[in-house]
């Protein structure tokens, strides 16, 4: 098990043991047992670092990773025989252990740069072997000139070449391991093991080259110095083994060796070289001569540092080559870049400024240094740029920051800039902000916002930014307004007048609109005629606002050639309590239905404030709109009648037929709620309703004639409906198909949606040519002037209850407006009907005036059909 601690530890302490004992027991068998365990240890390591070399090559099929391991395995292979052979009796052990170390040595050093992590290129390899030849010989100089030359005169030269060897080899491997690029650890383990090798052997090889006499009578220290030989010898290659294998197997690139350290050996050869120098003086100094011996390991030092200094010499110039062109390359990407550089110090003052800012922003060093960059920016930007630039002192990494800079000619750029922390580089000691103009990106980001936010049609603000600004203002709590409001009647204006006109139409009233509101308010277009504003006022002060707006835009529109009126319900909410924008926008909207609805009666707009029975009464409207078209369809509608009974005899003369619709769900909707629902919804659905009313009537009466009762039926109709083209052939063929007299259809319009006099006379004039009498129903609440009768084709006048009910507490005569119509209507030849009767006072009322008929429900509520065919038959005979 090479290589386990465990293992290598009891090993060692074994071959200690062994190696004393057999040093107590005899020199000879010591020197023997040394040289045995010595050999051991060596090769069965030896074997180890060969086949770690040849898997290695194996596996990358390369022989540049597996060199290192493979030198290793041979030097201690190399120690191994030559340690073996010196335990021979019959050899001349001195001579075989020198020359082992003189060959082992250097196999050592070249497996220990040839390993992959150490030294990478050639340059590096020959800088370790001179750092180390140096060291190794100024160390053996100082040595020997103070302690060696007197003692060893004489020496041998083989023992003087094994023991520079040593020093050189020693101190070379001390230097690889300790300046290792990679693998650190492994390198230190091969590099200690190598020494312990080395200077194992080479103790081994002087001791045994210093001893002339016969082995029994070898001194004790010899004996113990080969022990602690031997203990070397055994170490060193387990250490080899044991840093190779953690070496790593791929060779390091020649770009990782950091050529800048190169001269980081400098200090460990200068304080040898110093004390060599220390030395020398002091053996001159104190009489003493050098001799052969000293000048040459002087010479040797003073050329190892000599060539060291070529070398080193030859790094600096390519070291200065290179920084220049660093340099020169920074200064044109620099000088050459669009972009500003700048460094400020942790004060936030500028200390230097790229070339570019006076190419870029027209500032010069004047303008800029030793001033704070605050002075520079906007000062609507300091505090957001001071607080960026903190961030990055206090330990952020990058931030980018965007700000408006004055550049020299005082006008204000847009600029983004990245700032990084320096202060750590003692070349820079600051931050380093990198400036850019970006105000064409500025100019086009706002351009584009324009588009976004802005309508193109009329410079308003479009839905997109209305809400947004609302959401804003709620999210901030701040209390604002909204209105909307939308001009009527504005599709009839392309429709008559074209596009153009209606696109002049829409800019006039956005220019209202600016007018109309303060400065601090946004109005926006919603969408075709639709518009709002966001007002920051109360919602009183807003209600006033908004009856400026329907008032200004109710004002004519003068366009060449053109006049257009128009009008604008206007409707008000409050935006915090409805607690979103889009929420306060239907809100608004909600309450511009309603004013919308409000103002149908009247010419001009109408103001409203949202109110939550709007809510209400929307979706009811909704669920009108929803489910009447199906109406018919699903049996919901359904036509009642009321007796019209002569007041004289109390006997019926006719019946009004109204319509009733009754919904699952809703329940029972009046007409006048959904027939003009009908007639907005503008799909021919109060066309189809009317018709069907009408054929319903018609077969009511039908049904009533051909039982002999002589009665007459009158249908209500809206004015719409009776300006309609189809209107007249629909009356016609319902008389046709169910082959009734044209004199007992009676056609009713109500006085207030009574249309023009022309259109009138026209329609009215169209049914009597048919021979259908028409009747003025509800006459009283409408503007119809009395003199208009005259002018009007009608045959009844229906006067409504306001015009004879007595007001409480009061008496007197009947009411003389009474008398009056009467009267009139007689003199025309118009029969007069009392609608509303419903106590025996307003029967004596209409008949002291004249009246003749009457219905209400005092003659009769209405019914269904059968129900009022039972009151035909017990009103048959005149009542007593």
Same mark, same amino acid.
């Given at each position: 098990?090479?290589?386990?601690? &465990?293992?290598? /530890? ?5 071959? $200690? ?65 030559? %340690? ?14 020198? !020359? ?17 992590? #150490? ?16 060291? +190794? ?26 023991? *520079? ?28 093991? $190598? ?19 016969? /082995? ?19 170490? +060193? ?22 050529? !800048? ?31 052969? #011996?000293? %000048? ?36 044109? =990407? ?9 460094? =400020? ?6 200390? /230097? ?73 003692? @070349? ?29 049609? #009329? ?65 926006? &277009? ?28 109710? @004002? ?51 103001? @409203? ?18 489910? =009447? ?62 018709? /069907? ?64 006099? #022309? ?11 048919? +021979? ?93 059909? @059968?129900? *009022? ?12």
């Amino acid at each position: 098990m090479i290589g386990n601690p &465990r293992t290598f /530890w009891l090993a060692l302490l074994t071959t $200690a043991a062994a190696l004393t004992a057999a040093a107590v027991v005899g020199p000879v068998l010591g020197r023997v047992a040394v040289a045995a365990a010595a050999a051991v240890a060596a090769l069965v390591h030896a074997g180890a670092l060969i086949r770690l070399a040849l898997r290695i090559h194996h596996g990358r099929s390369d022989f540049g990773p597996c060199r290192g391991a493979g030198f290793l395995g041979m030097g201690a292979l190399l120690t191994g025989a030559g %340690v073996a052979l010196t335990g021979v009796p019959a050899l001349s052990h001195g001579p075989i252990a020198a !020359g082992t170390t003189l060959i082992a040595a250097p196999t050592y050093l070249l497996g220990l740069l040839l390993l992959p992590g #150490t030294a990478p290129t050639l340059g590096a390899r020959l800088r370790r072997l001179l750092d180390g030849a140096g060291i +190794g010989v100024s160390l053996f100089y100082c040595a020997w000139v103070l302690a060696l030359k007197s003692e060893a005169s004489g020496t041998a030269p083989l023992r003087l070449a094994v023991a *520079v060897t040593g020093s050189v080899a020693i101190a070379v491997a001390v230097v690889t391991g300790l300046r290792a690029v990679r693998h650190r650890p492994a390198a230190l383990g091969c590099a200690g093991g $190598a020494a312990l090798s080395i200077v194992g052997l080479d103790v081994y090889s002087l001791l045994l080259l210093g001893h002339h006499g016969a /082995w029994p009578a070898v001194p004790a220290t010899v004996t113990a110095g080969l022990v602690l030989a031997g203990l070397a010898m055994v170490a +060193g290659p387990f250490l080899i083994t044991a840093g190779a294998r953690r070496a790593g197997d791929g060779p390091t690139r020649p770009e990782v060796f950091d050529e !800048g350290g190169s001269l980081a050996a400098y200090p460990l050869l200068i304080g040898p070289a110093l004390l060599a120098v220390a030395v020398s003086a002091f053996h001159l100094l104190t009489g003493g001569r050098f001799d052969v #011996t000293s %000048v040459a390991l002087g010479l040797a030092a003073f050329g190892a540092l000599a060539v060291r200094e070529l070398l080193a010499a030859r790094d600096i110039r390519r070291y200065a080559l290179r920084l220049a062109g660093r340099e020169a390359r920074f200064r044109t =990407l620099v000088s050459g870049s669009t972009d500003v550089t700048i460094v =400020l110090d942790a004060d936030l003052v500028v200390r /230097w400024q790229s070339p570019a800012a006076a190419r870029q922003f027209g500032l010069s060093d004047q303008d800029a240094l030793d001033r704070p960059l605050t002075d520079l920016l906007h000062p609507d930007d300091h505090g957001p740029v001071t607080e960026a630039l903190r961030a990055v002192l206090s330990g952020r990494q990058h931030v980018l920051v965007q700000a408006r800079l004055r550049d020299g000619f005082g006008r204000w750029r847009d600029t983004e800039s990245t700032v990084s922390d320096q202060r750590t580089a003692p @070349e820079v000691a600051g931050l380093v902000v990198h400036v850019r103009d970006v105000g064409d990106r500025a100019q086009l980001q706002r351009t584009l916002d324009e588009v976004a936010w802005t309508d193109d049609q #009329t410079g308003l603000a479009n839905r997109r930014r209305f809400v947004a600004a609302a959401g804003e203002a709620c999210h901030e709590g701040r209390p604002c307004s909204l209105l909307v409001l939308e001009l009527e009647r504005f599709s009839s204006v392309a429709d008559l007048h074209g596009q153009a006109v209606a696109g002049a139409v829409l800019i006039e009233a956005a220019r209202r609109l600016r007018i109309a509101t303060a400065g601090h308010d946004v109005p926006a &277009r919603l969408g075709d005629a639709a518009f709002a504003v966001l007002t920051e006022a109360p919602l009183v002060h807003a209600f006033a606002l908004a009856t400026r707006l329907a008032t200004a835009l109710a @004002e004519p529109f003068h366009l060449p050639g053109h006049t257009v009126h128009l009008a604008a319900d206007v409707g008000v909410a409050d935006l915090l309590s409805a607690g979103t924008a889009e929420e306060a926008l239907r809100h608004a909207d909600v309450a511009r239905r309603r004013a919308r609805q409000l103002a149908r009666s009247r010419d001009g707009g109408r103001v @409203e404030c949202y109110d939550k029975s709007f809510e209400a009464a929307l979706v009811r409207r909704t669920d009108i709109e929803q489910q =009447l078209p199906g109406a018919i369809g699903r049996g919901e509608l359904d036509v009642v009648f009321q007796p019209i009974a002569d007041l004289a005899s109390r006997r019926p003369a006719g019946a009004e037929a109204l319509l009733r619709w009754r919904h699952p769900r809703l329940g029972a909707v009046p007409p006048a709620e959904f027939l003009p629902i009908a007639e907005e919804l503008g799909t021919g659905l109060a066309e189809e309703i009317g018709a /069907w009313v009408l054929h319903k009537a018609c077969r009511q009466l039908s049904c009533w004639r051909r039982d002999g009762r002589e009665l007459w039926v009158s249908v209500n109709v809206s004015a719409r409906r009776l300006a309609a083209d189809g209107w007249l052939p629909t009356v016609a063929t319902a008389l046709d198909t169910h082959d009734i007299p044209p004199e007992a259809l009676v056609v009713e319009v109500t006085e207030a949606a009574l249309p023009d006099d #022309t259109l009138a006379v026209e329609q009215l004039a169209g049914l009597r040519a048919l +021979g259908v009498r028409t009747a003025l129903d509800h006459f009283g609440t409408g503007p119809t002037a009395l003199a208009h009768l005259r002018r009007l084709p009608i045959d009844m006048l229906k006067i409504d209850q306001s015009l004879f009910n007595e007001p409480a507490g009061r008496r007197g005569p009947a009411t003389p407006i009474v008398d009056v119509v009467v009267a009139l209507a007689r003199r025309l030849g118009i029969d007069v009907i009392a609608c509303g009767l419903e106590t025996e006072s307003h029967v004596d009322v209409v008949r002291a005036a004249g009246c003749p008929l009457g219905q209400g429900y005092l003659i009769s509520p209405p019914d269904h059909a @059968e129900h *009022v065919e039972a009151f035909l038959e017990r009103h048959r005979a005149p009542m007593l």
